[in-house]
């Protein structure tokens, strides 16, 4: 029973899409860390922290054994190493989905379609305990990348992958179809941690809660055509529902809305390509809800 350090020891991604904002979270809770590049393993000066760099599918397992205390992993891998790690936060960052997708051309029948069907993906127990809860049989095959290559090399008939924006599977000539998960970054615990580290996990806690409550909104306003109206709301989550008003000009008008900072670029582009014209971004002074 040796008796854990009182510190925490972090699980976080060595290098690829959670990297940066794992880090920049770190940071923005005035966690600095040591010499980060190349690193393997550092500690915090300025809180008893030591941070572990792995390929994020290791995270799940690390933190079960508690070789690691805490860890940063997305929801899509630390449901399909189905680990026992607690969710104690959900970090916003990371967003994507686990989604079926099929070949552009064929018409989607439903998932009664998939019976017997070759599905590529990297999540096969994703993909299985999906299959199992729609009581259906496919050929599950295991890809550890390039998944939404298969079917136009012959492989699978198709994909279950991760999805942001959509634009790799139209490339490759898919189309999304069905969603198996919503997905984004969270912070697991082991569930064994001791009385100090337990209230070093609440300090830290805080200090996201506050951090992700500071994460500044922003006032936006555009011009949109009428007929675009409906798309570019769509879009637009504001504090109740975005405001229109028309513009002197016949068939404008002048939409406003918040937008969180974490969406923002994202959403403007989309808005962009939706038609919405002349964005102007306004920082908010209060905002009382
Ligand atoms: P590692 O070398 O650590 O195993 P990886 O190649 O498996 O890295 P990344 O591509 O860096 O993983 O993605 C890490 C995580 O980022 C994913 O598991 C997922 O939670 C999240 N993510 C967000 N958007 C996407 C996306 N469009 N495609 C893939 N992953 C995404
Ligand atoms: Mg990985």
Redesign the pocket.
Known sequence: NAEKPSKLRIAI??????YDDSVKLLNECGIELRNVKDRLKTESDTFPMEVFF????DIPQYVEDGVADIGIV????LFEKNKKAEIVEKLGF???RLSLAIPRSETYQGVQSLDGKRIATSYPFLVNEFLKKNNISGEVHEIS?SVEIAPGIGLADVVVD????GS?LFMNGLKEVETILQ?Q?VLIKNNKLNKEQEILLDKLLFRIKAVKKAKRNKYVLMNAPNEKLSEIIALLPGMRSPTVLPLAEGGWSSVHSVLSEDEFWEKIEQLKAAGAEGILVVPIEKMVM
């Open positions: 991604q060595k290098s690829g899409r959670l792995l390929r994020d599918d997305g929801e899509n891998v990371g967003k994507c990348g991760l999805v942001s924006s790799t997905s970054s």
